[in-house]
Antibody
């Protein structure tokens, strides 16, 4: 069974940093592109970032480019999101999402999400 | 950037009703469109991809159609488990979601 388990969400002050992690299991992690998607409280889904299976291709949404960094460690079956210069508008549940390749595949599997709250 | 516009934002319906949700893209995305269902406090669930392909295990009352810029999700006979929020997503260029359609009990 495919499992994606996010961790690292927390309450952080504006301007602060946070690193999210996602542990994948039940599939060959190194064969799949991965994404981060977020959802602000009571709002819709917003794509954040994409990383290809070998980390050679990375994309970011305009709203986070220059502040967030996506990475992965295929040996550890793990995906990461380093978030710097956090703003109140970054408050959201962050989902780890498997697949979601542009002109290739939708997101087939989602984690349960981890909550990031940016507030003083 | 490709913008996705869903309508309506909220839909009130009864069990057994036929329900249609529309999604429009700001430019052509061919068939690179997916539909997801989300229930409160839960992660989204994939229903349809490539505009009209039903994901394995999804009931056949769900169907999708469209190409280019106009797409629809249809539920042929609404069931109690179907009251949820539905999102379209383009995956032609990066990824963009529609704003969602909440299907409520009438």
């Amino acid at each position: 069974e495919v499992q994606l388990v996010e961790s690292g969400g927390d309450l952080v002050q504006p301007g602060g940093s946070l690193r999210l992690s996602c542990a994948g299991s039940g599939f060959t992690f190194s064969s799949h592109p991965m994404n981060w998607v977020r959802q602000a409280p009571g709002k819709g889904l917003e794509w954040v970032s994409y990383i290809s299976s070998s980390s050679t291709t990375i994309y970011y949404a305009d709203s986070v480019r220059g502040r967030f960094t996506i990475s992965r460690d295929n040996a550890k079956n793990s995906l990461y999101l380093q978030m710097n210069s956090l703003r109140a508008e970054d408050t959201a549940v962050y989902y780890c999402a498997r697949d979601g390749l542009p002109r290739g595949s939708p997101v087939y599997h989602w984690g349960h999400g981890t909550l990031v709250t940016v507030s003083s | 950037d490709i913008q996705m516009t869903q309508s309506p934002s909220t839909l009130s319906a009864s069990v057994g009703d036929r329900v249609t949700i529309t999604c429009r893209a700001s430019q052509s995305i061919s068939s690179w469109l997916a539909w997801y269902q989300q229930k409160p406090g839960k992660a989204p669930k994939l229903l349809i991809y490539k505009a009209s392909t039903l994901e394995s295990g999804v009931p056949s009352r769900f169907s999708g159609s469209g190409f280019g810029t106009e797409f629809t999700l249809t539920i042929s006979s609404l069931q109690p488990d179907d009251f949820a929020t539905y999102y379209c997503q383009q995956y032609h260029t990066y990824c963009t979601f529609g704003q969602g359609t909440k299907v409520e009990i009438k």
